[in-house]
Nanobody, 123 residues
């Protein structure tokens, strides 16, 4: 079992930056992958970025070049550095983790989820 707790959300103006953190209750080096997802009102849940056990990262096209996902195993924390924020980035952001298999990572089928942190970007 894993508990994930996000923090770092808030309100910023367009062009600003935020860094989201996700603290895990167990060792992150044991996780096949971790990721950030988001959901805006009236829109579908979408993947933002993922990081696998071998440190391979993936990004949604809409955030490439602006967001960076990273993981610090020493303190069991996942991060999402968000620069050049746009109003369309406004959403609830969720941290997720997968411990069962790498194939579930490829299919974005994560077992464990945090409660979310709100990001609001004003124009």
């Amino acid at each position: 079992q894993v508990q994930l707790v996000e923090s770092g959300g808030g309100s910023v103006q367009a062009g600003g930056s935020l860094r989201l953190s996700c603290s895990a209750s167990r060792a992150t080096y044991e996780m096949y992958c971790m990721g950030w997802f988001r959901q805006a009102p009236g829109k579908e849940h979408e993947v933002v970025a993922t990081i696998r056990m071998d440190a391979t990262t993936t990004y949604a096209e809409s955030v490439k070049g602006r967001f960076t996902i990273s993981k610090e195993n020493a303190n069991n924390t996942l991060y999402l550095q968000m620069n050049g924020l746009k109003p369309e980035d406004t959403a609830m952001y969720y941290c997720a983790a997968e411990l069962r298999s790498l194939s579930r990572c490829y299919s974005l089928n994560f077992d464990w989820w945090g409660q979310g942190t709100q990001v609001t970007v004003s124009s």
